[in-house]
């Protein structure tokens, strides 16, 4: 875990306590300034969600919604988990364990795995290439618009590619809000895509997603709960007596699986 608080905890500390203290000294009346208008540069706030995802063992449920420019809708719900790797803050490999309807996707040091629920018998594997986890289950899995797989275990430590559907994003500076939760706010042009993300200050963590994508063809919102942090209940499960498979197709997960 973070050996010290997040950058934009410590800013938002800071700022909270402005109004009063300003208003102490105040000689006659007179507005304090906005406090929401503080601005943070992007490179800060992205070090602080690589470092929060790969340093803290965390769970997040999501619910991810895409619509289409004629109305299409199509909404899933997932479950992720981060386990920190050996000396995570000096670059040692962090695991994720994600559940995908009755999918599960996790990643050792060299592979990523699948098993269906559905499927007891089999497995899936395959391997990762340069250690990039993220790039291997980008390559495997159909498109996840989950930044959180990149942010914990891709390699790009600016974040062009938030999602497979949001690429060459460069970021904007972002600002801090103080409110019950303060949270700091994002947002990024790229490849015929925008791209806002909004964290939550106090953990570094993602609160909510929203892009277009495909120059306006698909809207993507992704919106997570709450943080559990520590240990959480969601694990890889075992393979073995299992048979691996050379295709993710060849688990059948059911059509829909996940969506309502």
Known sequence: MHVTRPIIV???AC???LPAALAAVAAQPTPAPDPGALSLPSGMILND??????????????TITVKTREGDKRTADARIRGVPGPDASLGGSAKLVMQLGDLVVWNTDS???????????????APIKDGDAAKAIAEALPPLPIPQIP????????????????TGVKWNDG???????PRAIMSGKGDQCEVTLTIDAQHSLIREMKATARDGELEIRMTC???????APLAPPSIEGRTKVERLTDLTPPDGAGER
Do not use: H, M, W
Request: net charge negative.
């Open 10 to 12: 410590i800013f938002a």
């Open 15 to 17: 700022v909270a306590i």
């Open 49 to 62: 969600l690589r470092g929060s995802y790969r340093e803290t063992a965390f769970e997040q449920n999501l």
């Open 111 to 125: 592979a990523i795995r699948a098993v269906n629920s559905k499927q007891p018998t089999l497995y899936f594997e």
């Open 151 to 166: 942010l914990t275990l891709g390699k790009d430590t600016e974040l062009k590619d938030p999602t497979p559907y949001t």
């Open 175 to 181: 600002s801090l809000a103080i409110e019950a939760t």
């Open 225 to 231: 709960t709450e943080p559990r942090l520590g240990d």
